[in-house]
Nanobody
């Protein structure tokens, strides 16, 4: 499976961005999906995940209520809508897929496929 993340860019604090992650090579509906991010000098951290069925989602506490993960299996694409962005959320954002049980997990080691990342920069 190949993943292509896009939609990153420069935004002012309080603004919004929508990230997309397009999958190719396999049908997206076979996988749970997640977004992680890595800020400069920090470890990669979990942001949001969605089950294979799309019926259930999970968020990091820091983004809950501001970010929304969704998927369109017909378009083989996962999205991350980010609202009320903060400067400390400047990071490279990565999408990831997990096969197997289709359930979502929060640890990066539990995901099988990764995109190349897209840079999000939030200015103050």
């Amino acid at each position: 499976v190949q993943l292509q993340a896009s939609g990153g860019g420069l935004v002012q604090a309080g603004g919004s961005l929508r990230l997309s992650c397009a999958a190719s090579g396999r049908t997206l509906s076979s996988y749970a999906a997640a977004w992680f991010r890595q800020a400069p000098g920090k470890e990669r951290e979990f942001v949001a995940a969605i089950r294979r069925s799309g019926g259930s989602t999970r968020y990091a506490d820091s983004v809950n209520g501001r970010f929304t993960i969704s998927r369109d299996n017909a378009k083989n694409t996962v999205y991350l809508q980010m609202n009320s962005l903060k400067p400390e959320e400047t990071a490279v954002y990565y999408c990831a897929l997990r096969g197997g049980d289709g359930y979502y997990y929060t640890r990066e080691g539990q995901y099988d496929y990764w995109g190349q990342g897209t840079q999000v920069t939030v200015s103050s």
